[in-house]
Protein backbone atom coordinates (compact mmCIF):
# COMPACT_ATOMS: atom_id res chain seq x y z
CA UNK A 1 0.00 0.00 0.00
CA UNK A 2 1.29 3.76 -0.74
CA UNK A 3 2.07 5.82 2.31
CA UNK A 4 0.51 9.01 0.88
CA UNK A 5 -0.92 12.10 3.11
CA UNK A 6 -4.04 10.35 3.98
CA UNK A 7 -2.50 7.12 5.17
CA UNK A 8 -0.11 9.01 7.62
CA UNK A 9 -2.80 10.70 8.73
CA UNK A 10 -4.49 7.63 9.90
CA UNK A 11 -1.94 7.20 12.14
CA UNK A 12 -1.18 10.57 13.99
CA UNK A 13 -2.17 10.51 17.18
CA UNK A 14 -5.56 12.54 17.99
CA UNK A 15 -5.80 15.25 20.57
CA UNK A 16 -8.63 15.05 22.47
CA UNK A 17 -10.75 18.24 20.78
CA UNK A 18 -10.08 16.32 17.07
CA UNK A 19 -11.62 13.18 18.69
CA UNK A 20 -14.52 14.72 20.46
CA UNK A 21 -15.16 16.14 17.11
CA UNK A 22 -15.50 13.37 15.38
CA UNK A 23 -17.05 11.47 17.48
CA UNK A 24 -19.83 13.94 17.79
CA UNK A 25 -19.59 13.65 13.72
CA UNK A 26 -20.54 10.55 13.61
CA UNK A 27 -23.38 10.58 15.85
CA UNK A 28 -24.97 13.28 13.83
CA UNK A 29 -24.25 10.75 10.73
CA UNK A 30 -25.33 7.53 11.88
CA UNK A 31 -28.85 9.51 13.98
CA UNK A 32 -29.95 10.63 10.18
CA UNK A 33 -28.55 6.91 8.93
CA UNK A 34 -31.01 5.44 11.83
CA UNK A 35 -34.06 7.62 10.52
CA UNK A 36 -34.00 6.71 7.21
CA UNK A 37 -33.52 3.35 7.64
CA UNK A 38 -36.34 3.38 9.76
CA UNK A 39 -38.66 4.98 7.41
CA UNK A 40 -37.15 2.84 4.32
CA UNK A 41 -37.79 -0.77 6.44
CA UNK A 42 -40.50 0.21 8.47
CA UNK A 43 -42.17 -2.77 7.34
CA UNK A 44 -39.21 -5.54 7.70
CA UNK A 45 -38.46 -3.83 11.03
CA UNK A 46 -39.75 -5.25 14.65
CA UNK A 47 -43.60 -4.92 15.04
CA UNK A 48 -43.77 -4.24 11.17
CA UNK A 49 -45.63 -5.61 8.64
CA UNK A 50 -43.77 -8.20 7.38
CA UNK A 51 -41.45 -8.99 10.20
CA UNK A 52 -42.90 -12.30 11.19
CA UNK A 53 -44.33 -13.61 7.73
CA UNK A 54 -46.66 -16.24 7.23
CA UNK A 55 -46.45 -18.91 5.06
CA UNK A 56 -49.21 -17.62 3.29
CA UNK A 57 -47.73 -14.30 2.75
CA UNK A 58 -43.58 -16.04 1.99
CA UNK A 59 -45.76 -18.37 -0.90
CA UNK A 60 -47.47 -15.63 -2.48
CA UNK A 61 -44.31 -13.71 -2.69
CA UNK A 62 -41.50 -16.53 -3.11
CA UNK A 63 -42.03 -15.49 -7.10
CA UNK A 64 -40.98 -11.81 -6.77
CA UNK A 65 -37.67 -10.79 -7.28
CA UNK A 66 -34.63 -10.15 -5.07
CA UNK A 67 -33.20 -7.33 -6.78
CA UNK A 68 -33.97 -4.66 -9.00
CA UNK A 69 -31.93 -5.90 -12.11
CA UNK A 70 -34.67 -6.37 -14.41
CA UNK A 71 -35.96 -3.11 -14.33
CA UNK A 72 -32.16 -1.96 -14.44
CA UNK A 73 -31.67 -3.67 -17.65
CA UNK A 74 -35.53 -2.03 -19.15
CA UNK A 75 -34.25 1.22 -17.94
CA UNK A 76 -30.81 0.91 -19.85
CA UNK A 77 -32.55 -0.65 -23.07
CA UNK A 78 -34.61 2.76 -22.78
CA UNK A 79 -31.90 4.57 -22.68
CA UNK A 80 -30.32 3.20 -25.36
CA UNK A 81 -32.99 2.82 -27.93
CA UNK A 82 -33.47 6.56 -27.24
CA UNK A 83 -29.63 7.35 -27.70
CA UNK A 84 -30.33 5.76 -31.24
CA UNK A 85 -33.43 6.95 -32.73
CA UNK A 86 -34.95 10.40 -30.66
CA UNK A 87 -37.68 10.73 -32.62
CA UNK A 88 -39.33 7.19 -31.66
CA UNK A 89 -42.32 7.72 -29.16
CA UNK A 90 -42.70 6.19 -26.26
CA UNK A 91 -45.53 3.28 -27.69
CA UNK A 92 -42.78 2.51 -30.46
CA UNK A 93 -39.80 2.19 -28.19
CA UNK A 94 -42.02 -0.17 -25.67
CA UNK A 95 -42.60 -2.31 -28.62
CA UNK A 96 -38.97 -3.22 -29.52
CA UNK A 97 -38.20 -3.79 -26.26
CA UNK A 98 -41.10 -5.96 -25.34
CA UNK A 99 -40.37 -7.75 -28.68
CA UNK A 100 -36.74 -8.59 -27.78
CA UNK A 101 -37.58 -9.19 -23.98
CA UNK A 102 -39.97 -12.30 -25.11
CA UNK A 103 -37.40 -13.38 -27.79
CA UNK A 104 -40.45 -13.01 -30.43
CA UNK A 105 -38.19 -13.31 -33.58
CA UNK A 106 -36.93 -17.05 -31.81
CA UNK A 107 -40.32 -18.32 -31.54
CA UNK A 108 -41.74 -16.69 -34.76
CA UNK A 109 -38.49 -18.55 -36.74
CA UNK A 110 -39.56 -21.91 -34.53
CA UNK A 111 -43.05 -21.70 -36.41
CA UNK A 112 -43.93 -24.46 -39.34
CA UNK A 113 -44.51 -21.96 -42.94
CA UNK A 114 -48.45 -22.08 -43.00
CA UNK A 115 -48.48 -21.29 -39.00
CA UNK A 116 -46.04 -18.24 -39.50
CA UNK A 117 -48.34 -17.03 -42.57
CA UNK A 118 -51.56 -17.04 -40.47
CA UNK A 119 -49.76 -14.91 -37.70
CA UNK A 120 -48.19 -12.47 -40.00
CA UNK A 121 -51.32 -11.82 -41.76
CA UNK A 122 -53.76 -11.63 -38.39
CA UNK A 123 -50.47 -9.16 -37.35
CA UNK A 124 -50.97 -7.11 -40.34
CA UNK A 125 -54.59 -6.91 -39.98
CA UNK A 126 -54.33 -5.93 -36.57
CA UNK A 127 -51.82 -3.55 -36.61
CA UNK A 128 -54.00 -0.56 -37.85
CA UNK A 129 -56.06 -1.15 -35.19
CA UNK A 130 -53.41 -0.73 -32.73
CA UNK A 131 -52.01 2.07 -34.13
CA UNK A 132 -54.87 4.11 -33.92
CA UNK A 133 -55.78 2.80 -30.55
CA UNK A 134 -52.24 3.80 -29.70
CA UNK A 135 -52.93 7.41 -30.88
CA UNK A 136 -56.22 8.11 -29.78
CA UNK A 137 -54.61 7.23 -26.30
CA UNK A 138 -51.92 9.85 -27.02
CA UNK A 139 -54.04 11.98 -27.63
CA UNK A 140 -56.32 11.32 -24.23
CA UNK A 141 -52.64 11.40 -22.53
CA UNK A 142 -51.67 15.14 -23.96
CA UNK A 143 -55.25 16.39 -23.19
CA UNK A 144 -55.05 15.37 -19.78
CA UNK A 145 -51.39 16.53 -19.24
CA UNK A 146 -52.96 20.12 -20.72
CA UNK A 147 -55.78 20.31 -18.21
CA UNK A 148 -53.05 19.03 -15.23
CA UNK A 149 -50.69 21.52 -16.16
CA UNK A 150 -52.94 24.44 -16.26
CA UNK A 151 -54.25 23.40 -13.08
CA UNK A 152 -51.42 23.56 -11.45
CA UNK A 153 -50.75 27.18 -12.97
CA UNK A 154 -53.93 28.51 -11.98
CA UNK A 155 -53.08 27.04 -8.18
CA UNK A 156 -49.94 28.66 -8.74
CA UNK A 157 -51.09 31.97 -9.50
CA UNK A 158 -53.60 31.70 -6.53
CA UNK A 159 -51.18 31.25 -4.18
CA UNK A 160 -48.95 34.06 -5.49
CA UNK A 161 -51.99 36.55 -5.25
CA UNK A 162 -52.57 35.51 -1.78
CA UNK A 163 -49.16 35.83 -0.50
CA UNK A 164 -48.98 39.04 -2.49
CA UNK A 165 -52.32 40.54 -0.50
CA UNK A 166 -50.85 38.93 2.48
CA UNK A 167 -47.71 40.88 2.08
CA UNK A 168 -49.53 44.01 1.74
CA UNK A 169 -51.60 43.46 4.52
CA UNK A 170 -49.02 43.01 6.27
CA UNK A 171 -46.87 45.87 5.10
CA UNK A 172 -50.55 48.55 5.53
CA UNK A 173 -50.64 46.56 9.13
CA UNK A 174 -47.67 47.99 10.49
CA UNK A 175 -47.26 51.19 8.81
CA UNK A 176 -50.70 52.16 8.51
CA UNK A 177 -52.99 53.09 5.83
CA UNK A 178 -51.61 56.54 4.29
CA UNK A 179 -53.57 59.54 3.45
CA UNK A 180 -52.90 63.00 1.81
CA UNK A 181 -51.55 64.51 5.11
CA UNK A 182 -49.18 61.77 6.58
CA UNK A 183 -47.66 61.33 3.28
CA UNK A 184 -44.75 63.33 3.62
CA UNK A 185 -44.63 62.33 7.10
CA UNK A 186 -44.09 58.41 6.27
CA UNK A 187 -41.77 58.95 3.89
CA UNK A 188 -39.22 61.18 6.09
CA UNK A 189 -39.77 58.24 8.51
CA UNK A 190 -37.63 55.76 6.52
CA UNK A 191 -34.21 55.62 5.51
CA UNK A 192 -33.11 54.26 2.35
CA UNK A 193 -34.59 55.48 -1.14
CA UNK A 194 -35.68 52.05 -2.25
CA UNK A 195 -37.34 51.33 1.17
CA UNK A 196 -39.16 54.57 0.46
CA UNK A 197 -39.85 53.32 -3.01
CA UNK A 198 -41.23 49.83 -1.72
CA UNK A 199 -43.46 51.56 0.77
CA UNK A 200 -44.97 53.83 -1.64
CA UNK A 201 -45.60 50.86 -4.11
CA UNK A 202 -47.05 48.50 -1.36
CA UNK A 203 -49.68 51.26 -0.77
CA UNK A 204 -50.38 51.73 -4.42
CA UNK A 205 -50.92 47.43 -4.27
CA UNK A 206 -53.15 48.13 -1.45
CA UNK A 207 -55.75 50.63 -3.35
CA UNK A 208 -55.61 48.41 -6.22
CA UNK A 209 -55.99 45.03 -5.04
CA UNK A 210 -57.49 45.35 -1.80
CA UNK A 211 -59.53 48.47 -1.71
CA UNK A 212 -60.50 47.65 -5.75
CA UNK A 213 -59.78 51.04 -6.57
CA UNK A 214 -61.28 53.00 -9.57
CA UNK A 215 -58.82 55.38 -10.27
CA UNK A 216 -57.13 55.71 -13.64
CA UNK A 217 -55.06 52.10 -14.33
CA UNK A 218 -51.89 54.32 -15.92
CA UNK A 219 -51.12 55.63 -11.49
CA UNK A 220 -50.66 51.72 -10.68
CA UNK A 221 -47.99 51.42 -13.28
CA UNK A 222 -44.30 51.46 -11.84
CA UNK A 223 -42.92 52.04 -15.20
CA UNK A 224 -43.63 53.57 -18.58
CA UNK A 225 -41.28 51.94 -21.58
CA UNK A 226 -39.32 50.09 -19.44
CA UNK A 227 -38.16 53.07 -17.94
CA UNK A 228 -39.04 52.53 -13.60
CA UNK A 229 -41.01 55.67 -12.43
CA UNK A 230 -38.29 57.93 -9.77
CA UNK A 231 -40.16 58.32 -6.09
CA UNK A 232 -41.13 61.37 -7.08
CA UNK A 233 -43.27 60.14 -9.75
CA UNK A 234 -44.97 57.14 -7.76
CA UNK A 235 -45.96 59.76 -4.62
CA UNK A 236 -47.30 62.19 -7.04
CA UNK A 237 -49.46 59.48 -8.47
CA UNK A 238 -50.31 57.78 -4.90
CA UNK A 239 -51.66 61.17 -4.10
CA UNK A 240 -53.73 61.37 -7.55
CA UNK A 241 -55.22 58.48 -6.43
CA UNK A 242 -56.21 59.15 -2.55
CA UNK A 243 -57.17 62.35 -4.01
CA UNK A 244 -59.45 60.71 -6.41
CA UNK A 245 -60.50 58.05 -2.95
CA UNK A 246 -61.10 60.81 -0.80
CA UNK A 247 -64.60 61.21 -2.64
CA UNK A 248 -65.92 58.31 -0.84
CA UNK A 249 -66.30 58.58 2.82
CA UNK A 250 -65.29 54.90 3.58
CA UNK A 251 -61.29 55.10 2.94
CA UNK A 252 -60.99 57.54 5.72
CA UNK A 253 -63.25 54.60 7.70
CA UNK A 254 -61.06 51.65 6.77
CA UNK A 255 -57.44 54.12 6.83
CA UNK A 256 -58.67 54.49 10.87
CA UNK A 257 -60.01 51.38 11.95
CA UNK A 258 -56.44 49.62 10.49
CA UNK A 259 -54.33 52.48 12.71
CA UNK A 260 -56.70 51.41 15.16
CA UNK A 261 -56.37 48.32 16.13
CA UNK A 262 -52.76 48.33 14.57
CA UNK A 263 -50.24 46.18 17.07
CA UNK A 264 -46.72 46.32 17.90
CA UNK A 265 -46.62 49.17 15.08
CA UNK A 266 -43.38 50.46 16.74
CA UNK A 267 -40.41 48.81 19.21
CA UNK A 268 -41.60 50.76 22.11
CA UNK A 269 -45.12 49.17 22.06
CA UNK A 270 -43.44 45.77 21.76
CA UNK A 271 -41.23 45.93 24.52
CA UNK A 272 -44.17 47.95 26.46
CA UNK A 273 -45.93 44.14 25.63
CA UNK A 274 -42.89 42.50 26.78
CA UNK A 275 -42.83 44.19 29.68
CA UNK A 276 -46.51 43.80 30.84
CA UNK A 277 -46.09 39.96 30.14
CA UNK A 278 -43.09 40.14 32.31
CA UNK A 279 -44.86 41.77 35.41
CA UNK A 280 -47.82 38.95 34.53
CA UNK A 281 -45.85 36.10 34.78
CA UNK A 282 -44.95 37.31 38.76
CA UNK A 283 -47.85 36.13 39.67
CA UNK A 284 -49.02 33.01 37.46
CA UNK A 285 -51.04 30.89 40.05
CA UNK A 286 -48.86 27.82 40.48
CA UNK A 287 -49.90 24.79 38.97
CA UNK A 288 -52.38 22.25 42.11
CA UNK A 289 -53.76 19.02 41.81
CA UNK A 290 -57.07 19.78 43.81
CA UNK A 291 -60.30 19.44 41.39
CA UNK A 292 -61.70 22.20 43.47
CA UNK A 293 -59.09 24.24 43.28
CA UNK A 294 -58.60 23.79 39.25
CA UNK A 295 -62.34 24.55 39.22
CA UNK A 296 -62.16 28.06 40.28
CA UNK A 297 -59.20 28.80 38.53
CA UNK A 298 -61.06 28.01 34.64
CA UNK A 299 -63.91 29.86 36.30
CA UNK A 300 -61.88 33.08 37.16
CA UNK A 301 -59.74 32.41 33.52
CA UNK A 302 -63.66 32.46 31.72
CA UNK A 303 -64.92 34.81 33.77
CA UNK A 304 -61.69 37.14 32.49
CA UNK A 305 -62.51 35.97 28.95
CA UNK A 306 -65.95 36.92 28.88
CA UNK A 307 -65.07 40.61 29.82
CA UNK A 308 -62.29 40.97 26.80
CA UNK A 309 -64.77 39.51 24.68
CA UNK A 310 -62.60 36.76 24.18
CA UNK A 311 -64.95 33.78 25.00
CA UNK A 312 -65.36 32.51 21.26
CA UNK A 313 -61.61 32.07 20.22
CA UNK A 314 -60.38 30.26 23.67
CA UNK A 315 -61.08 26.59 24.89
CA UNK A 316 -64.30 25.15 26.46
CA UNK A 317 -64.71 25.73 29.81
CA UNK A 318 -64.70 21.77 30.49
CA UNK A 319 -61.06 22.26 28.82
CA UNK A 320 -59.22 24.92 30.68
CA UNK A 321 -56.18 23.80 32.99
CA UNK A 322 -53.90 25.99 34.41
CA UNK A 323 -50.40 26.47 33.75
CA UNK A 324 -47.48 27.40 35.53
CA UNK A 325 -46.00 29.68 32.90
CA UNK A 326 -42.43 31.77 33.43
CA UNK A 327 -40.59 33.05 30.60
CA UNK A 328 -38.73 30.11 28.76
CA UNK A 329 -34.80 30.21 29.70
CA UNK A 330 -32.48 30.23 26.94
CA UNK A 331 -28.95 29.44 26.84
CA UNK A 332 -26.96 28.06 23.85
CA UNK A 333 -27.14 24.60 24.36
CA UNK A 334 -30.58 25.48 22.97
CA UNK A 335 -29.07 25.88 19.83
CA UNK A 336 -30.82 23.45 16.90
CA UNK A 337 -33.70 22.55 19.01
CA UNK A 338 -37.46 23.29 18.16
CA UNK A 339 -39.91 25.57 20.09
CA UNK A 340 -43.23 27.13 19.54
CA UNK A 341 -43.24 30.74 18.91
CA UNK A 342 -47.16 32.35 20.14
CA UNK A 343 -48.05 35.05 17.59
CA UNK A 344 -51.54 37.01 17.78
CA UNK A 345 -53.39 34.81 15.21
CA UNK A 346 -51.82 31.49 16.16
CA UNK A 347 -48.30 30.01 17.28
CA UNK A 348 -45.95 28.63 14.90
CA UNK A 349 -42.99 25.94 15.05
CA UNK A 350 -39.25 26.73 14.41
CA UNK A 351 -35.80 25.84 14.46
CA UNK A 352 -33.26 28.07 16.78
CA UNK A 353 -30.35 28.87 14.58
CA UNK A 354 -28.68 31.38 16.72
CA UNK A 355 -28.79 32.32 20.59
CA UNK A 356 -28.11 35.96 20.37
CA UNK A 357 -28.78 36.51 23.97
CA UNK A 358 -30.74 35.13 26.90
CA UNK A 359 -33.68 37.59 25.78
CA UNK A 360 -33.73 37.16 21.66
CA UNK A 361 -32.94 33.95 19.23
CA UNK A 362 -33.21 33.11 15.58
CA UNK A 363 -35.60 31.06 14.66
CA UNK A 364 -35.83 29.16 11.22
CA UNK A 365 -39.99 28.65 10.71
CA UNK A 366 -41.46 25.40 9.38
CA UNK A 367 -44.33 25.80 7.56
CA UNK A 368 -47.72 23.31 8.52
CA UNK A 369 -49.23 21.54 5.99
CA UNK A 370 -51.50 19.05 7.78
CA UNK A 371 -53.26 18.76 11.65
CA UNK A 372 -49.69 17.63 13.29
CA UNK A 373 -47.56 17.91 9.83
CA UNK A 374 -45.16 20.11 9.38
CA UNK A 375 -42.53 20.84 6.47
CA UNK A 376 -39.17 23.12 5.47
CA UNK A 377 -40.43 25.97 3.02
CA UNK A 378 -38.71 26.32 -0.48
CA UNK A 379 -37.41 29.71 0.85
CA UNK A 380 -35.97 29.73 4.56
CA UNK A 381 -38.25 32.10 6.54
CA UNK A 382 -35.88 33.17 9.42
CA UNK A 383 -36.86 36.00 12.44
CA UNK A 384 -35.51 37.43 14.97
CA UNK A 385 -37.61 36.37 18.15
CA UNK A 386 -37.36 37.51 21.74
CA UNK A 387 -37.49 34.36 24.21
CA UNK A 388 -40.79 36.16 26.00
CA UNK A 389 -43.18 34.61 23.26
CA UNK A 390 -41.94 31.44 23.51
CA UNK A 391 -44.39 28.84 24.67
CA UNK A 392 -42.19 25.45 24.29
CA UNK A 393 -38.76 24.76 24.24
CA UNK A 394 -37.07 21.19 23.37
CA UNK A 395 -39.77 19.51 20.92
CA UNK A 396 -40.15 16.66 20.00
CA UNK A 397 -40.54 15.84 16.02
CA UNK A 398 -40.29 12.81 13.50
CA UNK A 399 -40.03 12.35 9.87
CA UNK A 400 -42.85 11.59 8.31
CA UNK A 401 -41.44 10.20 4.83
CA UNK A 402 -38.19 8.48 3.76
CA UNK A 403 -36.96 11.88 1.95
CA UNK A 404 -37.33 13.55 5.25
CA UNK A 405 -39.45 16.32 3.94
CA UNK A 406 -42.57 15.99 6.08
CA UNK A 407 -41.60 15.92 10.11
CA UNK A 408 -44.57 14.93 12.43
CA UNK A 409 -45.06 16.85 16.14
CA UNK A 410 -46.41 15.06 18.92
CA UNK A 411 -46.85 17.22 21.58
CA UNK A 412 -49.75 19.37 19.58
CA UNK A 413 -52.41 19.09 21.95
CA UNK A 414 -50.06 20.63 24.68
CA UNK A 415 -48.99 23.39 22.68
CA UNK A 416 -52.70 24.52 21.51
CA UNK A 417 -53.99 24.04 25.54
CA UNK A 418 -50.49 26.45 26.56
CA UNK A 419 -50.94 29.31 23.66
CA UNK A 420 -54.72 29.01 24.28
CA UNK A 421 -54.28 30.29 28.18
CA UNK A 422 -51.43 32.50 27.09
CA UNK A 423 -53.10 34.63 24.35
CA UNK A 424 -56.27 34.71 26.83
CA UNK A 425 -53.76 35.93 29.46
CA UNK A 426 -51.13 38.22 27.34
CA UNK A 427 -52.59 39.54 24.35
Known amino acids: MQEDEV????????????????????QIICFHVLQLVNCQLMDQLPNGLYFNATDTVRNETQSCPTT??????DFSDLDREVNRAPQRNT??????????????????RNMNPEKRKLCLKRALRLA??????????RKQLKKKRYQFIMEKKSKRQEADNKKQILEISEHVKENGLWNSKTIKQNIQSIDST?????SVKQQLKYHQTILHSKADKTLFLYSVNGKPHSLEQLIQNLNQVITFETNNEELEEISSSINANTKFRCE??????????????????KKVNSSSANQQVARKIVKKAEKRKMLATSVPNKHLKTFNYLPVEISSDDKDSFVAIAYEDR???????HVIDKSSVTVSFMKQVGHDLFKWPSKPETKCVETIFILIKELSIEPKDSGLRIWKLSSLDTIEEKYNYYKLNYF
Open 7 to 26: YVSLFVPLTDEIQKFTQECL
Open 68 to 73: NRLGEK
Open 91 to 108: SNISGIICFRNNNAWKFY
Open 128 to 137: PKRYSKNKAH
Open 194 to 198: NAKIK
Open 268 to 285: SQRKLLINNIIEKTKSVP
Open 347 to 353: WYLGQIT
